[in-house]
């Protein structure tokens, strides 16, 4: 009896995992994760640039009072109208000069005037070129902020909010597609970029 139950054993093939469709359904997963995986990519700075003027075009002009340089050397040293500052002034000096109103005579004569001008070195530290970039739209930000909570330009103009926000960009979320933005309708910026010098 124990011989027959042996010999049923020895005839009996051994089970087996069937391994054939392994090779697909890793593949599938592979090609699963790949369509489905997000890369981030370092974009830069997302600015829309002016299109190109003819070389024969001058300049419009520029008050010598309304414009205000900022220069980043190579070395990341931050000069304000020529003198050596330090990013932490930025902010305060942009408010000081947008926001002047003719007051001051070395200052902006209005904020539609007023041009901040940042120019930098070909080799200047990318890091240091944003952190002043920054500053200067948080000046503006900050500006903007005010007007959103009190209705008014610094000047005291009413820029003809239906209400007042806590921020300006409580406010911005409020815009449809094709509204206009009454805040920088009322107060906008203008920023000039110049090329780097590249020591040429």
Known sequence: MAGLLDQRREDRDEAEIPTAG???????????????????????IGMTLPPKLDPNQKPPPVKERNLFKILVNAQGDLLIEEEPASIGQLRRRVKAHVTNYGENPDLAVSPDKAVISIK??????YDTYVEVLDEVWM???EIW?????SGQTPQ????????TYSSYQEYYNTLDPG?????????????SIAEPDTGE
Do not use: E, H
Not at 35 to 40: A, E, G, L, W
Not at 156 to 163: A, F, R, T
Not at 179 to 191: C, E, P, T
């Open 179 to 191: 509204d206009d933005n009454k805040i920088r309708d009322a107060f906008g910026a203008q920023i």
């Open 145 to 149: 902020d005010s007007i959103a909570r």
């Open 22 to 44: 392994m090779a697909d359904i890793a593949f599938l997963l592979l090609i699963f994760f790949l369509v489905t995986t997000t890369i981030n990519v370092d974009t830069g």
């Open 120 to 125: 930098t070195d070909a080799q200047t530290p």
């Open 156 to 163: 005291g103009d009413d820029v003809g909010l239906d209400q």
């Open 139 to 141: 000046a503006y930000r």
